[in-house]
């Protein structure tokens, strides 16, 4: 059993839950996404101190009753190197620095979605506003020292780079299935330009993928139906692991649900730390699980830290530490004190693996043709060619629901024939 200590905290003002905390890749920062409001909170951890540093949208309207897509909810993403947070605020994209303690315009147009590249020197966005009313199935990319705007492939959800760099990963959300695309990182100046081998997962509302960090594993978040996680290996993305964490609901009266209900998980609960087989989740009863992935059976051990405050964000700092977000509204640093480092990845090892991944595969043509008909697809079970995808027309209840969607599809198109 893992020894894990409480080393600082710090309290959101008005005691407001923090919904998602995104760490930097390479310095002690973290942002926090307010659950009352468009806004970021920003901390630095270093020294395994808290301290805050800015909050952007603090006067923001309240989200209120809205729910979905029609919650303004911030996207963030930290430079890959720098100081520097680009964020989604209603009708704004700015461009916090912590040289100048301000925030800036980083875009004209507003955006949902927003992401570095991994230079640092272009700044992906989604949906393209290069037509009036936007462009949901193409983005922009924005190069952040001239201006020039150029448009490609859409994606959604956020953007996330591989350990070893030279490979990205995003979503193409469906509400009868959603894509996992991956992208070449080498060309920055133009949006991802998307990989054939895909996966496909089912429904939508799944949370960005987040990687081990020797890259060997993703694990993802979501659905929009259910509590679900699912751990995925690299490169061959095989499932590995899944499993339903619970059940949509609250048992609060304010959102009008029943006392039986289901407490609400947050979609932020997951982190893998400086050990790369050991995955982090944060419960609604304000325990922490430590799930041990390299295990011949994964044994999950319980932490009780939190004096029973439910979990509503969980990220890893790049020293290894956990940050944990509560529903009363603190914000911990957590360290494991007595625990002997790990090694540091196997850099080679892990450039191999995306170099294998990379080799295996090509890009789609970047054109206005439809993406799907140049996809190699896997379900981390099953792999499936396009015309097989255009020709199946049985399905099992066992079956993915995408399956199931796509062959009813199949066998209607053939009686219409």
């Not at 270093?46 to 909810?73: C, F, H, K, N, V």
């Not at 978040?221 to 095989?238: C, K, S, V, W």
Request: proline fraction near 8%.
């Amino acid at each position: 059993m893992t020894d894990i200590a409480s080393v600082a905290r710090v309290n959101v003002p008005g005691g407001v839950a923090v919904e998602r905390l995104v760490c930097h890749p390479r310095l002690p920062l973290v942002a926090g996404l307010d659950s009352t409001r468009p806004a970021v909170h920003i901390w630095n951890c270093a020294a395994g101190e808290m301290t805050r540093l800015a909050t952007i949208g603090a006067q923001s309207d309240p989200y209120g009753d809205l729910q979905g897509w029609d919650r303004p909810t911030p996207s963030v993403s930290w430079h890959p190197y720098e100081p520097s947070l680009a964020m989604t605020i209603p009708g704004r994209v700015l461009r916090w620095t912590q040289a100048q303690s301000a925030t800036a315009p980083a875009a004209e147009s507003d955006y949902d979605h927003v992401a570095f590249s991994p230079d640092g020197a272009t700044l992906w966005a989604w949906p393209s506003r290069t037509e009036e009313r936007g462009d949901w199935e193409r983005s922009d990319a924005i190069d952040l020292s001239t201006g020039e705007v150029r448009s490609g492939r859409g994606w959604d959800t956020g953007i996330v780079e591989h350990p070893a760099g030279e490979l990205v990963a995003t979503y193409n959300s469906d509400q009868g299935a959603t894509l996992m695309l991956f992208a070449r990182a080498g060309d920055k100046s133009v949006p991802p330009r998307f990989l054939r081998r895909a996966l496909i997962i089912d429904v939508d509302g799944y949370e960005a993928p987040v990687f081990s960090s020797d890259g060997r594993r993703f694990a993802i978040r979501g659905n929009a139906y259910a509590e679900t996680l699912a751990i995925y290996e690299f490169p061959t993305l095989r499932l590995a692991l899944t499993t339903t964490l619970g059940e949509h609901g609250s048992g609060r009266p304010e959102d009008g649900g029943r006392p039986d209900a289901s407490p609400d998980w947050s979609r932020h609960n997951i982190a893998f730390d400086a050990r790369p087989g050991v995955l982090w989740i944060g419960r609604p009863d304000g325990t922490l699980l430590e799930l041990d992935l390299d295990l011949d059976e994964e044994l999950a051990t319980q932490h009780d830290l939190l004096n029973g405050s439910p979990v509503t964000a969980l990220s890893t700092l790049a020293t290894g530490e956990l940050v944990v977000a509560t529903g009363a509204g603190g914000v911990v640093l957590l360290t494991m004190p007595g625990t002997t480092p790990p090694s540091p990845p196997d850099r080679v090892a892990m450039a191999d693996a995306v170099r294998a991944f990379l080799d295996s595969t090509s890009e789609v043509p970047d054109d206005d043709t439809d993406l799907e008909p140049h996809l190699v697809l896997t379900d981390g079970e099953r792999t499936w060619e396009q015309d097989e995808l255009d020709t199946v027309t049985e399905a099992t209840s066992a079956d993915p629901t995408w399956l199931q969607i796509q062959a009813t599809m199949n066998k209607l198109r053939a009686q219409d024939g």
